[in-house]
Every structure is written in structure tokens, then in C-alpha cells.
């Protein structure tokens, strides 16, 4: 109930009406809802064989111990502790380059802001979407060399519940803020930036004293525009991604937000728009004709017009600017 209240109150003027489905979208999205299925039960299976796997590698190294005479089995014990020591500690000396990373970008990282204040728009599933996508974008983040220094603003009710239960949030080198960027970064609005695919204005460059937002929203686009109208109605700028520049797609240029930071982080690394595109947004949204690139992860589903699991995105590669 109060969960219900405080989703009430986070309401804004922002909000349009959402657009019905069309045929087509609806089509879409049986698609998309058969593919979801389709890639837990493959979730599933993949966990089970894990299982299955580590059983068979316990019962195979129980069978090696019992084969062994006691000298070789001391032996074979203490080189299986000898790697797993060695691995730990080079997973430790990783971890310690993170939080120095991560650390350093607080300072002087190219702040990001994930907008999380439209819960009151998503179900429970599209908050866990979203909650998925910042916990995938955090870790990519991390493992970057010039990371991003990123916030999660307007963090309140149930999108702050969801991330609270992911293990170790509490830890993440990372801002969250209950209130939302515009009061807590008001001494900055002239540097504010909403990245929004409905902007007229095209980034061409990073600017480091400018911030980022993005809007932590996962809705299949059934608020079309509704960052574009914040922003306007906030008097903040807004730019798009020159995704044009360097793809053609046949439908919407309106990326998950995974999608969108991962471009970001990519471009402070390389400082190369086509590189970054090309390695996050997934092969199949591309044609095929890209498939000399490297391929990004696929968290997340491009978020096209009717469906955001428009599997067949048609796009060609524009002929380069430089
Ligand atoms: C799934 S989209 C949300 C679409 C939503 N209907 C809207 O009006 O923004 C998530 C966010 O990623 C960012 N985004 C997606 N595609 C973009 C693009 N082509 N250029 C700039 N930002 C983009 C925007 O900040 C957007 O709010």
C-alpha cells in the first residue's frame, strides 16, 4: 500500500498516454514472450549440465585419489591446493585494480546518470529488467580501463528494493541517490545532457564536464517520447547517439539501456562511435554483411517502435564519415 503511495507520488507530468499495440506489435511480442521462454529453458538446461559436470569432475578426482598410492595422493592434494591458491589470489589482485579503477572514476570519470524514475511505468518483471541490465552494466563498467563514473538516481521504491537483493549492491563503487539528478545535481543543470533517441541534436564527442542521463526505463517503448518531454519540459539538453553515422536500421534506433551505457563506456576507451556500436549492438540487429566485427554482449533486446524483441532488425552499414 505504501509501496503503491510512494509509486503515486513519483508520478510526474511527464507521462503520455501509453500507445496501444498494433497487430504487428502484438505479433512481436509473442515472439519476444516464446523467445524469453525459450532462453530460460536453455538457462536451465546450461545450469543443470554445469551441475552435471562438476559432479562427474568430483567423482573422476575421488577415483584418481583412490587409485593413488598415500605419496602420490599428498602429492596431487597439494597441487590442486597450490592452483586453486594461485587462482584466488589472482582473482583478488583483479579485484583490488577494480575498486582502484572504479575509485579513480569517482574523481575524474565521466559521470553517468541511469534515471530511475519511472518505476511507476514498468511491471515487476520490466523493473527486474532493468535491475538485471544496471548489475550487467556495473560489471562492464568495472572491468573497463577508463571507467565511467556512474549514478543511479531517483532510487526509490521498488526499483531500490530489486537492486538491494542483488549480492554486494551495498558494496558497488557507485553513487545512489533517493533523489532525483535534478536536485541532486542542481548546481550542474547547465551541464546536464538527457540522451534520448527522440533528440534532433546528434553527440559527436563526449565532453567531460557534461553529464549523461539515461532513462531507466525498459517499456518496449509504449512511452514513446517520454524522455525527450522531460527533458524539454526541465529545460535540460538532450542528444541522440550517431547511431545514423555509421548504421542504417530499417526500424527505431531506440537502445535498452545496457546497450546504451555499454556504447558510452566503449567510446571513453576507443573514442570511436563506429567500434562501439559495432561490439555492443548485437549481430543479429545488424546486417549481415557486418559479421568482419567483433560482437558485443546481448543483455538486452534493441527496443524498436512496436516491440523491443524485434529479432530481425534490418539495418546496412552507412558509409564511414572520416
Ligand atoms: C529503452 S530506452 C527508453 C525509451 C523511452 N520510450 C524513451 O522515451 O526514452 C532507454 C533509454 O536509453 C537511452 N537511449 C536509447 N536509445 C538511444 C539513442 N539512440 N540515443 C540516445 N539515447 C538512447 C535513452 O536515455 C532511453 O530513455
Known amino acids: 500500500m505504501e509501496e ?5 507520488n ?65 602429492r596431487l592434494i597439494e597441487s590442486r591446493r597450490e592452483v586453486r591458491k594461485e587462482r584466488m589470489e589472482k582473482r583478488s589482485k583483479e579485484r583490488e585494480r577494480k575498486i582502484e579503477r572504479l575509485t579513480k572514476a569517482k574523481e575524474i570519470g565521466q ?7 519511472f518505476s511507476h511505468l514498468m511491471s515487476s518483471t520490466e523493473i527486474h529488467s532493468l535491475v538485471q541490465q544496471i548489475m550487467y552494466c556495473y560489471a562492464v563498467n568495472g572491468r573497463c580501463t577508463s571507467p565511467g ?4 538516481t531517483g532510487c526509490r521504491g521498488e526499483m531500490e528494493q530489486q537492486l538491494q537483493r542483488l549480492p554486494g549492491f551495498d558494496k558497488w563503487l557507485i553513487e545512489k ?9 542542481q548546481d550542474q543543470k547547465q551541464n546536464l545532457v538527457y540522451l534520448t533517441a527522440d533528440s534532433e541534436y546528434v ?5 567531460s564536464e557534461k553529464i549523461y542521463i539515461i ?24 542528444a541522440k547517439l550517431p547511431i545514423g553515422d555509421y548504421l542504417k536500421m530499417s526500424s527505431s534506433q531506440v537502445l535498452t539501456v545496457n546497450q546504451v551505457i555499454e556504447i558510452l563506456i566503449k567510446f571513453l576507451e576507443t573514442r570511436d562511435w563506429k567500434a562501439s556500436f559495432f561490439q555492443v549492438i548485437p549481430q543479429r540487429k545488424r546486417c549481415e554483411s557486418d559479421n568482419e566485427e567483433n560482437q558485443g554482449a546481448d543483455e538486452g533486446e534493441c527496443e524498436s517502435n512496436d516491440d523491443q524483441g524485434d529479432t530481425k532488425k534490418h539495418c546496412i552499414e552507412a558509409p564511414s564519415s572520416d
Not at 111 to 117: A, F, G, N, P, T
Open 215 to 238: 532513462g531507466g526505463l525498459v517499456d518496449r517503448n509504449r512511452w514513446k517520447g517520454i524522455t525527450m518531454k522531460k527533458a524539454e519540459e526541465q529545460g535540460i539538453q538532450t
Open 149 to 152: 563514473h556512474l549514478w543511479l
Open 4 to 8: 503503491a503511495k510512494e509509486n503515486q
Open 111 to 117: 559521470k553517468i546518470v541511469i534515471d530511475l524514475e
Open 177 to 185: 541517490e533517493s533523489q532525483s539528478y535534478i536536485e541532486a545535481l
Open 203 to 207: 553527440l559527436d564527442d563526449l565532453a
Open 10 to 74: 513519483d508520478k510526474s507530468t511527464f507521462e503520455a498516454p501509453p500507445q496501444p499495440l498494433s497487430k504487428n506489435a502484438q505479433k512481436k511480442l509473442l515472439k519476444q514472450q516464446r523467445f524469453e521462454a525459450k532462453k530460460a529453458e536453455k538457462k536451465a538446461q546450461m545450469k543443470e549440465q554445469k551441475r552435471k559436470d562438476a559432479e562427474r569432475r568430483r567423482k573422476e578426482w575421488d577415483g584418481t585419489l583412490a587409485a593413488a598410492s598415500e605419496d602420490e595422493r599428498q
